[in-house]
T-cell receptor, first 115, second 111 residues
Framework: KAGVTQTPRYLIKTRGQQVTLSCSPI?????VSWYQQTPGQGLQFLFE???????NKGNFPGRFSGRQFSNSRSEMNVSTLELGDSALYLC??????????????FGNGTRLTVT | DQQVKQNSPSLSVQEGRISILNCDYT??????FLWYKKYPAEGPTFLIS?????DKNEDGRFTVFLNKSAKHLSLHIVPSQPGDSAVYFC??????????FGKGNQVVVIP
């Protein structure tokens, strides 16, 4: 079974631009979550989607947004990029929301560098 | 505010010996706890989890212990193997997929 697939693996953008990251969950998984990893803050929750609906949102500004499609694939968008947005963005999927017997499985991430 | 804390950022252990990683949390609403392992350039890999109704869960060489009164959990790896060298993250949740992660412990297993 293929794992969580994130594209692209690496991305370089300049301040003020916008970026879209893509995530394909494990086949059959319907819940997709996004996390940001930075050296200073560690792994921080961005948002979670299930059945094309955002169920949870972390403490990030409105420049960070996402969506989920009917095939459970998800995208996240960051507008008006800032230097501090440079990070590893991780997507994770699970069968359904709620973790018992359905832990999150992570992709290898998209490394975003903002210059 | 860091709700999940992992002290002792790095740990070196001899192959075959026990590795013990500790994690403390502050939010009493957390009821599900997980450990993930991460290699460089890869995403975190799920290792083992424990529900708050248990105080111990075992899976092969990995055992997680939970002390709810102390808001403390630990991961034991016995015996440690060189392939266990990685960063280990403790995570906690209040029953949804919004995980709060610790900042990780680097484990180095010396052959």
């Amino acid at each position: 079974k293929a794992g969580v697939t994130q594209t692209p693996r690496y991305l370089i953008k300049t301040r003020g631009q916008q970026v879209t990251l893509s995530c394909s969950p494990i086949s059959g998984h319907r819940s997709v979550s996004w996390y940001q990893q930075t050296p200073g803050q560690g792994l921080q929750f961005l948002f979670e989607y299930f059945s094309e609906t955002q169920r949870n949102k972390g403490n990030f500004p409105g420049r960070f947004s996402g969506r989920q499609f009917s095939n459970s694939r998800s995208e996240m968008n960051v507008s008006t990029l800032e230097l501090g947005d440079s990070a590893l963005y991780l997507c994770a999927s699970s069968l359904v929301p709620g973790l018992d017997n359905s832990p999150l499985h992570f992709g290898n991430g998209t490394r975003l560098t903002v210059t | 505010d860091q709700q999940v804390k992992q002290n002792s950022p790095s740990l070196s252990v001899q192959e075959g010996r026990i590795s013990i990683l500790n994690c403390d949390y502050t939010n009493s609403m957390f009821d599900y706890f997980l450990w993930y392992k991460k290699y460089p350039a890869e995403g975190p890999t799920f290792l083992i989890s424990i529900s708050s109704i248990k105080d111990k869960n075992e899976d092969g060489r990995f055992t997680v212990f939970l002390n709810k009164s102390a808001k403390h959990l630990s991961l034991h790896i016995v015996p440690s193997q060189p392939g266990d060298s990685a960063v280990y993250f403790c995570a906690a949740s209040g029953g949804n997929n919004r995980l709060a992660f610790g900042k990780g412990n680097q484990v180095v297993v010396i052959p």
